[in-house]
């Protein structure tokens, strides 16, 4: 049996990655088998080209070039990890996807849409996600969050990358791009305020998996 494809998305600090955690761990207490990864990365060629493509301290370069370094790392995400999953059964939950290249290089990046679309045709299909969970925050309520997951002693994170870098006004038009693809594409997407505390979230998110998952594989 194909597994499910779960993709998160969302600005900086809106709780992709806590969302992935609780909702993999809940649904291996129902008893559904589930693989978390993340893009950029994922898979041992992507997550060195994550290196790269994270880095503050890249010399400046085009939308296009940036998209085509995701897309190298999303193509042997998607052949050595994410379709060998599903094929497996396993459930993947992905922390960041197609949406945030639409949004990062294509919207906020000038990047034409014709041209993600293309890329996305040769390469992520047939494999799109079955369910896009997109986080909604405030910009400052996201880089707030993300600033204090960097200076939190315990559980220490790495410096600000690229993107949590740039200024208010390239994350408020973020967040409303994500905005967008989900009032665009309602059929595969779900948006959740996640701007309250986490277990209100996920309750939310549970039941977007329910409804939009569950209904139809049990
Ligand atoms: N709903 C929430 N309310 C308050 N803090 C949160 C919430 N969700 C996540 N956080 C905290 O905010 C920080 C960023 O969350 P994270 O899941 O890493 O976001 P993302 O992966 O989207 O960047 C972490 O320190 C996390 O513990
Ligand atoms: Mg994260």
């Known amino acids: 049996m194909l597994g499910k494809f779960i993709t998160f998305e969302g600005g900086e600090g809106s709780g992709k990655s806590t969302q992935a955690r609780l909702l993999s761990e809940q649904l291996w207490r129902v008893g559904v088998h589930t693989f978390i990864t993340r893009e950029p990365g994922g898979s041992p060629f992507a997550e060195a080209l994550r290196q790269v493509i994270l880095d503050p301290n890249m010399p400046p370069h085009s939308a296009l070039s940036e998209a085509l370094l ?68 405030p ?43 989900a009032r665009a594409e309602p059929q595969r997407c779900v948006l959740i305020d996640a701007g309250l505390d986490e277990r209100v979230v996920f309750s939310e ?14």
């Open 70 to 137: 995701f897309y190298a790392a999303r193509a042997d995400h998607l052949d050595n990890t994410v379709r060998p999953a599903l094929n497996s059964g396993l459930w993947v939950i992905c922390d960041r996807f197609i949406d945030s290249t639409r949004v990062y290089q294509g919207i906020a990046g000038g990047l034409p849409g014709e041209v993600i679309d293309t890329l996305n045709e040769m390469i992520v299909s047939p494999t799109y996600p079955d369910l896009t969970i997109i986080l909604d925050v």
């Open 205 to 218: 998110v549970w039941r977007a998996v329910q409804t939009r998952l569950f209904a139809l594989a049990r």
């Open 139 to 181: 910009a400052e309520l996201g880089l707030g969050r993300a600033h204090s997951r960097r200076v939190d002693k315990v559980n220490p994170d790495t410096e600000a990358d690229a993107y949590e870098k740039r200024d208010l006004a390239f994350h408020w038009k973020l967040r409303d791009a994500f905005r967008e693809i």
